[in-house]
């Protein structure tokens, strides 16, 4: 049997974000889904999706550091 285990892989910058990853906010780890900056370059809306499809919009500056996870293969 193949374990799937999930684990902090690094700290990204919302601009490094892309969609499909997985970011944890405040509690929750949360598939991105749509990404969009605005005109300045400074602000990044980032929108996610849980395990049960509720979706949230969240707001970051260019500075903020977003923790990325990855799963990865137990044997």
Not at 6 to 13: G, K, Q, R
Not at 36 to 65: H, V
């Amino acid at each position: 049997m193949i374990a799937m285990e999930l684990i902090h892989a690094d700290n990204l910058t919302p601009d490094q974000v892309m969609l499909g990853d997985l970011i944890k906010i405040d509690n929750d780890i949360v598939e991105v889904i749509f990404i969009e900056c605005d005109s300045t370059g400074d602000n990044y809306d980032i929108q996610t999706q849980n395990e049960f499809g509720e979706k949230e919009f969240t707001q970051y500056a260019y500075t903020d550091l977003i923790p990325l996870y990855v799963f990865i293969q137990e044997e």
